[in-house]
């Protein structure tokens, strides 16, 4: 049950970049792995031309969020960006998924590129914000698509809006969970001084560093461009728990890159145990920016997910 993020032309080499690992359900066993890999799993992918797509500022409560939207009679797909990204960093995806027949949405959070600056005396609550936003694009049922931090966000969203998402998707993060041993994992891997680390360090896989110099240079001039002012997070508006992951009954797929520094394959599998209707997608070599480092495997994983559940 692969899912892919560039992934309308993958050949056979590209899709089996998975090493197969599927999670159906809470308890249920890893499915194993795909054919041999080849040899440079980490060929520069080149970012594809754009699909058409109109912007504007969404003059919601509290706050203006700027956004692009490919538009169309396809069903949503809401993409939802970390904290070192905006909704700039979805060039791999954007045509892609258009090209699949889906109405394509990127976002920036408050604070951020296009996005009204951030006020920590009235930072508003992400998920809110996002539900806002989709009132304010008439948006019906979506898929949300979420990166790094945006998966916290994301994972907040489907805590007080879960009857409004087809499917949830999750790269990369711990579903805004701060307890039990998903939060003790995330929190005990990551070594004093984490946060004064290079981002691309924390953030790029050694392997795409070293294959693509020039896709990890774009990747932080994007980063770099990224935030309009000095970086908050925004609060939830739930609790997570991990006992409340139960709680999600919507298809969801996690993401999750095998060379992960912050959000390892193990906290992912213990993430899908916890989830009753979770698949595990685990991208080979990839670091924390699934989306970016592996496109292919990212886009055909979200694909091939959200087609089963469009309806």
């Known amino acids: 049950m692969l899912k892919d993020d560039e992934g309308a032309s993958l050949d056979v080499s590209r899709r089996n ?43 919601i409560a509290g706050t203006k969020l700027y956004y692009w939207d490919t538009g169309g ?6 993409l939802a960006h970390p904290a070192s990204g905006s909704a700039l960093i979805w060039s791999y995806q954007q045509p892609v ?5 889906y109405r394509v949405i990127g976002y920036s959070r408050r604070g951020y590129n296009g996005s009204a600056p951030f006020d920590k005396d009235n930072p508003g609550i ?12 008439k948006l019906g049922r979506f898929h949300l698509v979420a990166s790094a931090a945006g998966g916290s966000i994301s994972s907040d969203y489907a805590f007080s809006h879960q009857d409004r998402l087809l499917t949830l998707t999750v790269s990369s993060n711990s579903f805004g969970v701060r307890d039990g041993t998903i939060a003790a994992a995330a929190n005990g891997i990551r070594p004093k001084g984490w946060d004064e680390m290079p981002v691309e360090f924390r953030e790029l896989g050694p392997s795409y560093r070293a294959a693509n110099p020039e896709g ?6 994007l980063e770099h461009k990224a935030l309009v002012g000095k970086g908050y ?10 006992a409340r992951l139960k709680e999600l009954k919507l298809p969801v797929l996690v993401i ?47 694909l091939d997910f959200v087609g089963k559940h469009s309806k």
Request: hydrophobic residues 45%.
């Open 73 to 78: 009679n396809g069903t949503p797909i809401v």
């Open 256 to 302: 999750a890159g095998a060379a992960d520094l912050a959000t390892s394959p193990a906290i992912a599998r213990l993430i899908v145990a916890e989830i009753p209707n979770s698949e595990l997608v685990i991208a080979p070599e990839s670091g924390h920016s699934v989306y970016w480092e592996q496109p292919d495997v990212f886009n055909k994983a979200v």
């Open 17 to 59: 970049l998975l090493m197969g690992t599927a999670i159906l359900g809470a308890g249920a066993a890893l499915a194993g792995g795909a054919a041999a890999q080849p040899a440079n799993p980490m060929v520069p992918v080149p970012i594809p031309p754009q699909a058409p797509a109109t912007t504007g500022l969404a003059e």
């Open 216 to 221: 990890a240079k774009l990747w932080l001039e």
């Open 126 to 137: 992400g998920s809110e914000d996002l539900n806002n936003l989709a009132d304010y694009l």
């Open 233 to 242: 997070r925004q609060r939830l508006k739930n609790s997570i728990t991990q």
């Open 97 to 101: 998924f258009a090209k699949a027949g």
